[in-house]
Nanobody
Framework: QVQLVESGGGLVQPGGSLRLSCAAS????????MGWFRQAPGKQRELVARISSGGNTNYARSVKGRFAISRDNAKNTVYLQMNSLKPEDTAVYYCNAEEVVAGLPTVNYWGKGTPVTVSS
């Protein structure tokens, strides 16, 4: 059973930075991609950033240039460095891992989320 455990959330002032971590049980090599999603109160969950097994990244337009996703397969961990934070970045951030096995449906795993609040 795959477990994803997020950490690093908290309260930060506008313009500040946070680094989120997501530790996966077992090897991350099994995952086709890993990513971060977020869900603000009253809104749908949205993709923030994604990194493929080959290291290709993509970002939501709203965070491009401010956030950076990285992956350390040796530590089975994916990170999200968040800089120049804005109040609209306030949300619960969820780690996601996507597993693709030939001939089978894609399986998505989720962490329980870590809250990020950007406020003065």
């Amino acid at each position: 059973q795959v477990q994803l455990v997020e950490s690093g959330g908290g309260l930060v002032q506008p313009g500040g930075s946070l680094r989120l971590s997501c530790a996966a049980s077992g090897s991350t090599f099994r995952f086709n991609a890993m990513g971060w999603f977020r869900q603000a109160p009253g809104k749908q969950r949205e993709l923030v950033a994604r990194i493929s097994s080959g290291g290709n990244t993509n970002y939501a337009r709203s965070v491009k240039g401010r956030f950076a996703i990285s992956r350390d397969n040796a530590k089975n961990t994916v990170y999200l460095q968040m800089n120049s934070l804005k109040p609209e970045d306030t949300a619960v951030y969820y780690c996601n891992a996507e597993e693709v096995v030939a001939g089978l449906p894609t399986v998505n795993y989720w962490g329980k989320g870590t809250p990020v609040t950007v406020s003065s």
